[in-house]
């Protein structure tokens, strides 16, 4: 399969853990491109990507948050 097995195994496991939190609306369309952008072109995730999606993460904790409180 022209050297890809381990890109292609990397990039499933992956997004495996990513399609739950775009299914779950915490990573929009444009962090998702640079996420898989990142999967396939470098080793890992930047410091800066790292950064973008533990943001996105918190501000959805923070929103069901003030969300849980508002009920």
Known sequence: M???EGLVSKF?????NIVV???DNIVDRDLL???VTSLLYEADY????KMK?????MNHLANQNINDNEQ
Not at 46 to 49: H, K, N
Not at 53 to 57: G, H, P, R, Y
């Open 33 to 35: 491109n640079e996420i």
């Open 21 to 23: 939190d775009v299914a």
């Open 12 to 16: 499933i496991l992956e997004m495996e």
């Open 53 to 57: 999606i533990i943001q996105a993460k």
């Open 46 to 49: 930047s410091e800066e990507l």
């Open 2 to 4: 022209n050297n890809l």
